[in-house]
Antibody, heavy 118, light 112 residues
Framework: EVQLVESGGGLVQPGGSLRLSCAVS????????MNWVRQAPGKGLEWLSY????????YYADSLKGRFTISRDNAKNSLYLQMNSLRDDDTAVYYC???????????WGQGTMVTVSS | QSALTQPPSASGSPGQSVAISCTGT?????????VSWYQQHPGKAPKLIIY???KRPSGVPDRFSGSKSGNTASLTVSGLQAEDEADYYC????????????FGGGTKLTVL
């Protein structure tokens, strides 16, 4: 069974940092690009970042302004999102998602909640 | 403000058909056949139901269909069922002048 499990969310103060992880199983992780997408409470989906299977291609949403860094470890079947200089408006559920090609994601994790508040 | 425009709500009675639109520009949605649709039930992760404008992943009922004309894509849900009540999001390739992915703001589908 294909599974993506996010972890690392929690409560953090403005200006703080968090590192999200996404552990995958049930498929050959090293063959797929991966995405991070977030959803603020009561709001829509916002794409954040993409990393190719070999990490050779990385994209970020302009809104992140260099604060977030995506990475992966194919040996550990894991995807990461390092988030720095967190702001109140970064409060959201963060999802990792497998890229199926054609700019679509066919498998999503259950999400991890990040709350930025003092 | 989302890059793609969707109506905030749509509704229909059981058994009816409903269409949800998603409008972009010629630089994104209109220029490429990379439109996807996602279904999201409350408290759940999004689920891919349409990719590349009109293709359905395995396991998605054929009651869900997608199309595109010019800068507007549409998701049609036929034979509405109670379990179709959910939020629906369109997504498209953002084009060479934007980041790769753009989403619509979402449409809340209510089954009356």
């Amino acid at each position: 069974e294909v599974q993506l499990v996010e972890s690392g969310g929690g409560l953090v103060q403005p200006g703080g940092s968090l590192r999200l992880s996404c552990a995958v199983s049930g498929f050959t992780f090293s063959s797929y690009g991966m995405n991070w997408v977030r959803q603020a409470p009561g709001k829509g989906l916002e794409w954040l970042s993409y990393i190719s299977s070999s990490s050779s291609t990385i994209y970020y949403a302009d809104s992140l302004k260099g604060r977030f860094t995506i990475s992966r470890d194919n040996a550990k079947n894991s995807l990461y999102l390092q988030m720095n200089s967190l702001r109140d408006d970064d409060t959201a559920v963060y999802y990792c998602a497998r890229d199926r090609g054609g700019y679509a994601s066919d498998t999503w994790g259950q999400g991890t909640m990040v709350t930025v508040s003092s | 403000q989302s890059a793609l425009t969707q109506p905030p709500s749509a509704s229909g009675s059981p058994g009816q058909s409903v269409a949800i639109s998603c409008t972009g520009t010629s630089s994104d949605l209109g220029g490429y056949n990379y439109v996807s649709w996602y279904q999201q039930h409350p408290g759940k992760a999004p689920k891919l139901i349409i990719y590349e404008v009109s293709k359905r992943p395995s396991g998605v009922p054929d009651r869900f269909s997608g199309s595109k004309s010019g800068n507007t894509a549409s998701l049609t849900v036929s034979g509405l069922q109670a379990e179709d009540e959910a939020d629906y999001y369109c997504s498209s390739y953002g084009g060479t002048n934007k980041f790769p992915w753009v989403f619509g703001g979402g449409t809340k589908l209510t089954v009356l």
